[in-house]
Each structure stands twice: as structure tokens, then as C-alpha cells.
């Protein structure tokens, strides 16, 4: 019986199913032909091909009268009519009633030295010219009665009624009041004289300003010594000093050779390391008769057309002269691409942008040239990498790598 049943135990082959190594089979195959497809598909997207080295521009913004500027230079924004402001007398400043970047009018009062005994001395020029006009008024009623006096006793002479004594004496006396009159008149001018000195000591310690102006800096504190040489200790010489800001002007140094590009009236564009979004239109104003020998250049001085309440003294500019005035739609900057970055692929205009260390083709619309450079009115920005010199290895998503500069 235990035979019997081992007997059963035994597993049969034949009824053995094989579909499960037929299936397992066909799993693998589709997984190798998948993977066969993936992966040509990234080597035909440039997975696995070297890296191609490229150089890379960036899209920039230019402004239209780059094409036709005939030279550049460097300069400072300088005011033509700039005052460091003091007294003609020596005094503690007491009041200051301006600071920087306050804006002021000719004549205004900027600030006050102090006047104490300046004042006083005019209240007794004032007191001086009062006694003196009194005097005069005695002088005259003096006159008046000597010559009453004087009158009466000519007549009385010419009757002889009265004896030559006498009208010597009324003729003396006469005279002496003509004279007090002309004494009393003098004074009275002397007077006037020394209350104007004392009006314009006073004046003196009144400071005001010369023209509209804006004040640039305060030099001098409520309390400080104001000197007009600044000569004593702690003493300052200035208390603001202030500019015309419709002055202002580029000062720019040309260098000798390139100086017969630059003509009176000449256009120009103005550019401040400031406010670098920003163009401004200019003349050349002078040419200053006179090189430095040392720099070997000659100063320009270029007007601004248009202020601007931006533009301040100091500031650095660079310069570009221009060959022809910049027209009214040439006020704007563009955006624009080296032009050898631009290459047409089956009849479309692109630019290869690059992102990390791939490219990526970028199909753009091209407007006008400016110079080496084209107008790019879609598909870049400003600030984008591009690929300079594309060759024909280069395609869609290639692997890059940029050459050093």
C-alpha cells in the first residue's frame, strides 16, 4: 500500500503547460525593441553625441544712433555757474534756513551772521542823523533872524539911524548863521553816509543768494566762525555751496587726433553711468581753445537740449557724437542680436538659445539692420544666450559646450 502511494506522488511530465515561458519571451522582446526605440530616439536628439563647442553672444538692447556715432568720449557733468557761498565779514552764523537740494532764488536769504553790534552802531548812525537834521532846523531859524536883523540895520544905516557898529554886528552875525546852516547841512550828509556804511555792514552779514540756484552742500553748522578767507582755526570760509542747474554741462576730453571729428553745433548723445536706460540729446557747445599737454586732449563741453531734474554735478557721462541728429523714432532702444547669430534652416529665420549645456532652436522675427547687428522683434529677450556662428552639426537640443573667451 505505501508503494501504491508513493507511486501517486510522482509529477507528470507531459501535462506540464508551457505558455508561461512563451508569454515571458515575449515580454522580453518588446522590452528590447522599446528600449532600442528610446534610445535612437535620444541619439537622434544628440544624447549621446560629443558635446559641440560653440561661442555665445547675448541679446542686447541698442539704440539706433550707435550706426551712425563717429566717435565716443568720457567726461563729468559740470554746472558753469557754481558759488561757494560766504560773507564779506567775519561773524557766528545763527540761522541757516537752507539745505541740500533745497532750490533758491536770487537775492533769497540763505542764511544770518550775527549782527548785535552791527545793529546797534546803525541805531546810533540813525540817532546822529536825527540830531543833525535838528541842528540844521536851528541853523536855519538862526538864518532867518539874522538876516531879519541884518536887513533892518542896512536900512537904518542908509537913513543913518543907527551907527556902522551895529550893522557890523548884524552882518557877522549874518554870516556866522549862513555858515551854521551849510555846517548843519554837512553834518547831515556825514550822518546819512555812516547810517548807509552801517546798512551795508549789516547787509554784510546777511548772506543771500547770487542766482537761482540748488544748493549741492552745506558747509557750516549754526555756531560756526563764517570768515571770508577761512584763515582762523575752525573757521569756515563758505557756509553752501550752490549750482545753476540749467548750466550743466558735459565736459568731455577728446584726444587730439580725433579731434577734427568734433564741430561746433555738432549733434550729440549723452549717456550717465547713473541712469544707463537712458539717453540724452546734446550740442557741442564750445570747443575750450586750449590741449593739456600732459593727456594730450582738448576738453569739449556739450549742452543738454533738455534738462532733467536726474542729471546732477559729477555725475560720470560718456559722450557719442554723431554724424547726423537722432530722429524721433531713433529715441528708443531696441532689441537686437550680433548678426551671425541669425541663420536661416528650411526657409524659417532662428537663433540656436542656449539653456544650461544644450541649445535649443528658436525660430525669431528679424526686423531692420543696425550695423553688425539685426532687430529682434520676437522670440529672445534682452539677456539671452545665444549661439554665435552656428554651424550645420548644430541642431535642435545638440549638447554644447562654451569655448573660453
Known amino acids: 500500500m505505501a508503494d501504491e502511494d508513493l507511486a501517486k506522488l510522482k509529477i507528470d511530465k507531459s501535462r506540464i503547460d508551457t505558455r508561461p515561458v512563451k508569454h515571458r519571451k515575449m515580454l522580453y522582446i518588446?522590452?528590447?525593441?522599446?528600449?532600442?526605440?528610446?534610445?535612437g530616439s535620444l541619439y537622434g536628439k544628440g544624447f549621446f553625441t560629443a558635446a559641440i563647442q560653440v561661442e555665445a553672444v547675448n541679446v542686447v538692447k541698442v539704440y539706433p544712433s550707435q550706426t551712425f556715432t563717429l566717435l565716443n568720449a568720457s567726461g563729468y557733468v559740470v554746472p558753469q555757474r557754481k558759488a561757494a557761498v560766504a560773507s564779506k565779514?567775519?561773524?557766528?552764523?545763527?540761522s541757516l534756513y537752507v539745505e541740500e537740494g533745497n532750490r533758491v532764488k536770487k537775492g533769497e536769504i540763505i542764511a544770518r551772521l550775527e549782527s548785535d553790534d552791527i545793529a546797534a552802531s546803525r541805531k546810533q548812525a540813525v540817532a546822529n542823523l536825527d540830531i543833525a537834521r535838528s541842528n540844521l532846523e536851528q541853523a536855519k531859524a538862526e538864518l532867518n533872524d539874522a538876516t531879519v536883523s541884518f536887513n533892518r540895520?542896512?536900512?537904518l544905516l542908509s537913513q543913518d539911524f543907527t551907527t556902522k557898529a551895529s550893522y557890523d554886528a548884524a552882518e557877522a552875525r549874518y554870516k556866522k548863521a549862513i555858515a551854521a546852516v551849510a555846517g548843519a547841512e554837512a553834518a547831515i550828509k556825514a550822518n546819512a553816509a555812516a547810517l548807509q556804511g552801517a546798512d551795508v555792514a549789516l547787509e554784510y552779514t546777511i548772506i543771500r543768494a547770487p542766482f537761482d540756484a540748488v544748493v549741492l552742500t552745506k558747509n557750516a553748522d549754526i555756531g560756526d566762525i563764517v570768515t571770508p578767507?577761512?584763515?582762523?582755526?575752525n573757521a569756515k570760509a563758505a557756509v553752501v555751496t550752490i549750482a545753476d542747474m540749467g548750466s550743466l554741462q558735459v565736459e568731455a576730453d577728446v584726444s587730439e587726433s580725433n579731434l577734427e571729428q568734433v564741430k561746433m553745433g555738432q549733434p550729440c548723445e549723452i549717456q550717465l553711468d547713473?541712469?544707463?536706460?537712458?539717453?540724452?540729446r546734446g550740442v557741442v557747445h564750445m570747443v575750450v581753445p586750449t590741449a593739456d599737454r600732459s593727456k594730450a586732449t582738448v576738453m569739449i563741453k556739450v549742452r543738454f537740449i533738455e534738462q532733467d531734474i536726474r542729471i546732477l554735478p559729477e555725475m560720470s557721462a560718456k559722450v557719442a557724437f554723431l554724424s547726423r541728429p537722432v530722429g524721433i523714432d531713433e529715441q528708443k532702444p531696441r532689441t537686437a542680436l550680433n548678426a551671425k547669430a541669425v541663420v536661416t534652416r528650411n526657409g524659417k529665420t532662428i537663433v540656436f538659445l542656449i539653456q544650461g549645456n544644450r541649445v535649443v532652436q528658436t525660430p525669431i522675427t528679424a526686423g531692420e539692420t543696425l550695423g553688425d547687428t539685426v532687430e529682434i522683434l520676437s522670440g529672445v529677450k534682452t539677456g539671452d544666450k545665444v549661439v554665435l556662428n552656428p554651424s550645420?552639426?548644430?541642431?535642435?537640443?545638440?549638447?554644447?559646450?562654451?569655448?573660453e573667451q
Open 30 to 39: 518588446a522590452v528590447a525593441i522599446l528600449f532600442i526605440a528610446v534610445m
Open 89 to 94: 565779514v567775519t561773524g557766528r552764523l545763527v
Open 153 to 155: 540895520e542896512k536900512s
Open 229 to 233: 578767507l577761512g584763515a582762523a582755526a
Open 274 to 280: 547713473a541712469l544707463p536706460d537712458s539717453r540724452f
Open 392 to 403: 550645420s552639426r548644430l541642431k535642435h537640443n545638440s549638447s554644447i559646450k562654451l569655448a
